[in-house]
């Protein structure tokens, strides 16, 4: 069976991940007239037939890291009902399980960390560097034949976190000069009932910065609970941000709105890794989000000495096994939104964790 014959019968994540066929392109109708067109392995557009002038262009992508089996289910799920016509999308789609290769292996990459590699064309000398190639000109060619008179563009790139997390559920918002953080995005993070969101204050060559920052994107890293093997995850704790997508794709009128039941992180530093002896001074499986008071020592790289700052901080996404030259952590602090048109975030002067 070809590998479009399987997405046919629903099979998207099964398809991308069989190479034992051969890949092929291709494109075919749906009896409700969706147009899907394979693009590469693991890369599946989905166009209504007929599309409002206001129509948006989604971008669901998953398996930039091959260990992280939630989000890949959950894709697959999307592409399932599209294709079984389950669901009708109303907007453009590109869905995306970025790394079979990886995914059958049950690693979180072959070389090297894909999601360090989307910023500009990448020298092909692993796996890694040419998917990301691939995935840079699909999200061009995706934007870019967008018929919207005023595109309105947005990227979900689904995530798990590797180790325990004081926040199940959270999204990361890119920093870039374009208008990327609307009420809209902030909205849906709300209705999709994630439990925090961290606004990051620096670039970062991440999949969801390169759709922020090239193209305007309203655009996310989200954080879907830890990382587990495929067909063990527990979709109960992830059906609130299941159903928020499928409002999402099937424009579903949801209202403008945000509390206080979302905790908002900024980010306050970013750690790169200078010596190879760089070490932390906490437990490898200290849980994301962990806070530190005002003056504690959390980090060691070389004769340097890093201590958490004013009012205190807490570490997301702490490794000490990068590489030299790599982020080994992020610092934030709690922080306050202001829900305009643009959100905008301001530090709380002696927040409480």
Not at 36 to 55: F, H, K, M, N, W
Not at 271 to 287: G, M, S
Not at 325 to 344: H, N, W
């Amino acid at each position: 069976m070809t590998l479009i014959e399987q997405i046919k019968r629903g099979q998207f994540l099964k398809a991308t991940c069989d190479f034992s066929q051969p890949f092929v392109a291709g494109e075919w109708v749906l009896d409700s007239g969706l147009h899907c067109q394979l693009l590469y392995r693991g890369v599946l557009q989905i166009t209504p037939r007929e599309l409002a002038s206001d129509a948006k262009d989604i971008v669901l992508s998953s398996g930039i890291h091959g260990d992280e089996t939630a989000p890949v289910e959950l894709v697959q799920q999307i592409a399932s009902s599209v294709v079984l016509g389950q669901i009708q999308p109303v907007h453009r789609l590109l869905l995306i399980i970025a790394h079979p290769e990886a995914i059958n292996h049950q690693q979180r990459f072959m070389a090297e960390n894909m999601n360090r590699l989307f910023q500009v064309r990448n020298f092909e000398k692993n796996n890694e560097c040419r998917i990301a190639n691939a995935l840079q000109l699909a999200i061009n060619s995706f934007y870019g034949t967008s018929i919207a008179i005023k595109p309105e563009r947005w990227h979900l790139d689904l995530h798990c976190a590797i180790r325990p997390s004081q926040h199940d559920t959270f999204a990361i918002s890119p920093y870039t000069d374009k208008q990327t953080r609307s009420n809209k995005l902030f909205s849906f993070i709300h209705h999709a009932k994630l439990d925090a969101v961290l606004l990051s204050n620096t670039p970062s060559p991440t999949f969801a910065w390169y759709s922020a920052e090239y193209h305007g994107a309203q655009a996310l890293t989200v954080e879907l609970g830890r990382v587990g093997k495929l067909g063990q995850n527990d979709f109960t704790v992830l059906a609130p941000f299941q159903h928020a997508i499928l409002q999402l794709i099937t424009d579903v009128t949801l209202p403008i709105i945000w509390t206080s039941e979302v905790e908002v992180y900024q980010v306050s530093r970013t750690i790169v890794k200078q010596q190879p002896d760089f070490f932390f001074t906490f437990n490898d499986d200290v849980a994301n989000f962990t806070f530190f008071a005002e003056g504690h020592e959390f980090a060691v790289d070389g004769d340097k000495k890093y201590v958490a700052d004013t009012h205190g901080e807490a570490v997301v996404f702490p490794n000490r096994h990068v590489v030299v030259g790599q982020r080994a952590a992020l610092m934030v602090k709690k922080a306050s939104l202001i829900f305009d048109e643009q959100v905008r975030v301001y530090a709380k002067s002696n927040p409480s964790y």
